[in-house]
């Protein structure tokens, strides 16, 4: 017998998002947003011919109002018609999400901030605060070499103080073949001085020296609040060869002792390395956020693949949504479709009971992210 919805009943924690824009888009700012690409495709091509595209014609195009599979044309001009807080209303509160982990420290100061997320979702929402940000403001500061350590850890005690974890794009910014031992204090010294003379001044600073990456990644380790990581694919910006978590094992090893929980985000194509990370090691979590909208129709073969050998007190529901509310809402419905047809197919199969599927799609949709967040603490 196959239980349908299995997560109907769950209203999801999105452990790891961004918020959403509130500015009526064009054709083309909308393709833009919808890709990890930064640039327009070839000439006449369209970022709608993706499986992400033909997911927001099939899936979206109805909460807006419009038959499914509507043309992009129509789509993003009823998008402009209805305006941003009504498309934006719409999509979050029919994403079915109660609480989301709303990471600050990209495109901060365009997108929703946590509480706009709350109002217009009508759902709670927690900050999540990432670490080479609050960095890179101190540049703006003016903070001397000599000051940095005990500056930054100031700064991020302030910054983190209502906030529920903590995220590392150390992938994005070096990869994670990075030293898993803790710098030196005169490492960190001759390391941020290096930086800093180069960046002064600059108005976008970007922390990319790896030992400064790695302070600040130990840093935030000693304030014990969990931390997220950037793990697989995503924007052009990053080196995907660099992006296989099995490069952090050696840190693993190393934070294992401590009592700080690590979360390791999208992960695709990497997933199953991942899996096997969540499995080994006690404090180490995943999930397949960002992966999900972009397979669209395939989302039921990675969401599979995630439930291979990560325990199932390891997996975490993201979206990973950023800029566009179809993220947030195609995140959490081919999420909840997937995990109904990979797992309705163990339990007709009798491989699975029905009681035991549904405690695991509620420990995956919330109660995980319930139990490393403290969030009902
Ligand atoms: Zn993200």
């Known amino acids: 017998m196959r239980p349908d919805g299995l997560l109907?009943?769950?209203?999801?924690?999105?452990?790891?998002?961004?918020?959403?824009?509130?500015?009526?888009?064009?054709?083309?700012?909308?393709?833009?947003?919808?890709?990890?690409?930064?640039l327009p495709g070839p000439t006449g091509s369209t970022f709608f011919d993706t499986q992400l595209g033909f997911a927001v014609r099939r899936w979206c195009a109805p909460v807006l109002d419009l038959e499914s599979h509507v043309t992009p044309e129509v789509y993003v001009a009823r998008r402009a018609e209805l305006g941003p807080v009504e498309v934006n209303r719409r999509l979050l509160r029919a994403a079915g999400v109660s609480?989301?982990?709303?990471?600050?420290?990209?495109?901060?100061?365009?997108?929703?901030?946590?509480?706009?997320?709350?109002?217009?979702?009508?759902?709670?929402?927690?900050?999540?605060?990432?670490?080479?940000?609050?960095?890179e403001h101190l540049v703006h500061r003016g903070v001397t070499a000599e000051r940095f350590a005990s500056a930054y850890a100031e700064a991020l005690d302030a910054a983190a103080a209502s906030a529920v974890g903590l995220k590392s794009i150390i992938a994005y910014r070096y990869g994670l073949d990075f030293d898993s031992a803790r710098p030196s204090e005169r490492e960190v010294r001759d390391a941020a001085g290096r930086w800093l003379r180069r960046d002064e001044g600059a108005a976008a600073p970007r922390l990319d020296d790896p030992v400064v990456l790695r302070h600040v990644l130990w840093a935030g380790v000693d304030l014990g609040l969990p931390v997220q990581f950037h793990v697989g694919f995503g924007d052009v910006d990053l080196d995907l060869r660099r992006c296989d978590p099995l490069a952090m094992t050696g840190f693993?090893?190393?934070?294992?002792?401590?009592g700080v929980d690590l979360l390791l985000l999208h992960c695709y194509p990497f997933h199953r390395q991942a899996g096997y990370l969540a499995h080994v090691f006690p404090h180490v979590h995943m999930d397949v956020g960002l992966a999900v909208p972009y397979v669209g129709a395939r989302a039921a073969a990675v969401i599979a693949e995630s439930l291979e050998l990560t325990p199932f007190h390891k997996l975490l529901y993201s979206s990973d949504a950023a800029g566009l509310a179809e993220l947030h809402y195609l995140g959490a419905l081919l999420f909840r479709r997937a995990f109904d047809e990979v797992v309705g197919r163990w339990t007709g199969d009798g491989l699975w009971s029905i009681a035991d599927a549904r405690r695991v799609a509620r420990m995956i949709g919330a109660g995980n992210a319930e139990r490393v967040y403290g969030l009902h603490r």
């Open 8 to 38: 109907d009943e769950v209203a999801l924690v999105d452990h790891h998002c961004h918020g959403v824009i509130d500015a009526t888009l064009d054709r083309q700012q909308f393709e833009l947003l919808a890709t990890e690409a930064d």
């Open 99 to 135: 609480t989301f982990l709303v990471d600050t420290g990209y495109r901060g100061d365009e997108l929703l901030t946590p509480a706009g997320m709350a109002a217009t979702a009508e759902a709670d929402a927690r900050e999540v605060v990432r670490l080479e940000t609050v960095a």
């Open 252 to 258: 693993f090893r190393a934070t294992q002792p401590l």
